[in-house]
């Protein structure tokens, strides 16, 4: 069987990385962290007084996101950010619903690597 593993930046799986290990990693931020934002780049920003929020992804994203690698693959996990910390876990967990069985959603507790 052929299975897409997704993750979120919160894995501390960057995009890099994530080409060669063959990760697909869901982010509906403008700035993406290893691709167009350092960490040296955040913290500057921070200490200029900069506002930072963050955000679970937009369910259109992690919809099409899952759509799209259904294409190619016959099933998916996805691994968001632990139930714990972030609403995204359960959010995906009812949206994983509407694709009967072909997509499961881990709640591994646990925040990075």
């Avoid at 700035?31 to 937009?58: K, M, N, R």
């Avoid at 968001?80 to 009812?94: D, E, F, T, V």
């Amino acid at each position: 069987m052929n299975i897409a593993i997704l993750t979120d930046t919160n894995s501390g799986i960057m995009y890099g990385e994530a080409e060669r290990l063959g990760v697909s990693v869901v982010d509906g931020k403008t700035y993406y962290e290893g691709v167009d934002l350092t960490a040296e780049a955040f913290y500057t920003h921070l200490e200029q007084g900069g506002q930072v929020s963050t955000s679970q992804p937009a369910p259109g994203d992690v919809l099409s996101l899952w759509e799209g690698l259904l294409a190619d693959y016959d099933e998916v996990v996805y691994l968001p950010m632990s139930s714990g910390l972030s609403a995204s876990c359960r959010s995906a967990i009812g949206l994983a619903e509407e694709f009967g069985g072909k997509v499961q959603v881990v709640d591994n507790h646990r925040i990075s690597m």
